[in-house]
Structures are given as C-alpha cells and as structure tokens.
C-alpha cells in the first residue's frame, strides 16, 4: 500500500476510498449472453496497473468475482463492475481502457448508470491527476458521459461527500436511463480518529508479521497504519 510523503516529510496515507460502479447493458436488449467475468484475469490485473494497485486475492461464487486489492477492493458480476480503491490510485484512468474490454469480451455496448463517489481528502495535493479536484474527476467523466450530473452533499469547507452519476433529462436517453431494476443499497462506514492503541496492532512495531496482525485483528496487514476492511456486496 503506498504511501505518499508531504512537504514536511511526514508520511501520510489518504484513506478515503474513491468508488467507481458502473452498470452496462445493450442498445438492443439481447444481453443474456453478455457477462464481465467473461474479462480475462490478465487484462484486469493489466487494468488495475493503470489505476496504481495489484491483486492480493480472489474468490468467486455464481454472482460475483471478488478481488482484494493492495488499495481495497474490486467487484465484476455479470454487468455490474464495481472498484474501491483509497490511497494515491486513479481509478477514473481506466476508464477508456475498460469500456473496451467491456466490449470486446463481455458484449456490452452502453452503460445503463454510474456511480462514482468519495468523500473530500485530507491531502488533495498529493494525489494524482485527476482526482486532486472533484471539478477535474467531473470533467474527465463528462468527456465519456454526456448525461452526466455531480452532487455535493455537506459542506464543502469540512466534510463532504462527492457524487456524480447518470441523470438523463429528455429524449431517448431518459427512456433507456430508468435506473437500476435489482435491489441495490450501498452503506459506507467512515473511520478516523481511531484510538491509537488499537491502530497499533497495524504496525511493525506490534505485529511481527502478517500472520500475527490478522491473529490480532482479523483482517489484512500493512507496513503502514491504513487499515482495511474489505467490502461485502450481497
């Protein structure tokens, strides 16, 4: 997991989780041999390069292809794609390169409805290109979505939360847009201030090794004190 170093030379990592779900479908309605797992494995590990992270693990079941990431997490199910991922990444850099995988494996030709969300960092400056402004990650959006519309809900000098997704207004767009049929719910649980005795076990200097930390805490080890628990989609 990498960290990124201030001007001050302090270590600091961004914990806030940039989310990226994207939904496809087809123009013409016959998508019940399309699928997103049909996505080779390398070519999405080639993805996950563009975006700055790797594969840690993987496990399936019939509905969904689940990956632990070095940043997070990363979800395929048949049309629904879905990338967490906090720390410097870039996951809206992938964004060219995934629609035509989407096409050239998965038969998918449209998006039906996007998602992505994050709440306001405590280092915009160090993050990379587009995701140093909400402005910034909107336009790179709008150039691939025209029905596009960005959302912030708070107050933008103090915490606040990012949205931006499809919004089709007139015309055949707002006809295929209706949003999604299945039942869909997100809970986001956000964490800071944490008692630094607990944070400790997250450390070198408490864990002597990765098999230690998760005996402790149950969960995935880092040389730094970002902490991760993966999410579950149900």
Not at 25 to 33: A, C, H, I, L, Y
Request: hydrophobic fraction near 40%.
């Amino acid at each position: 997991m990498a960290e990124s170093e201030g001007s001050n030379g302090v270590q600091f990592f961004e914990g806030v989780e940039k989310l990226l779900e994207i939904w496809f479908t087809r123009t013409d309605g016959n998508s019940k041999q399309c699928d997103l797992r049909n996505i080779p494995r390398q070519k999405l590990e080639s993805l996950l390069k563009i975006v700055r992270c790797e594969v840690i693990s993987f496990i399936h079941n019939d509905q969904v292809d689940a990956y632990v990431l070095s940043e997070s997490s990363m979800f395929v199910a048949r049309r629904r794609f879905i990338l967490k991922t906090c720390g410097t990444t870039t996951p809206l850099q992938c964004l060219k390169p995934l629609m035509l995988l989407v096409e050239q494996y998965a038969g998918f030709d449209e998006v039906e409805d996007v998602f992505y969300s994050r709440k306001n960092f405590k280092r915009p400056d160090l993050q990379m290109n587009p995701h140093q402004a909400f402005e910034q990650e909107v336009a790179l959006l709008d150039s691939f979505f025209k029905d596009g519309a960005a959302y912030c809900l708070g107050t933008v000098n103090r915490d606040c939360w990012y949205l931006y997704t499809l919004n089709p207004l007139e015309g055949d767009n707002k006809k295929r847009h209706r949003g999604i049929p299945e039942p869909d719910q997100t809970l986001e649980i956000l964490m800071s201030d944490l008692d630094p005795e607990v944070m400790a076990i997250f450390t070198r200097e408490e864990s002597s090794s990765a098999a230690e930390a998760t005996q402790l805490s149950g969960d995935i080890w880092f040389t730094s004190c970002a902490f991760m628990l993966p999410p579950t989609v149900v």
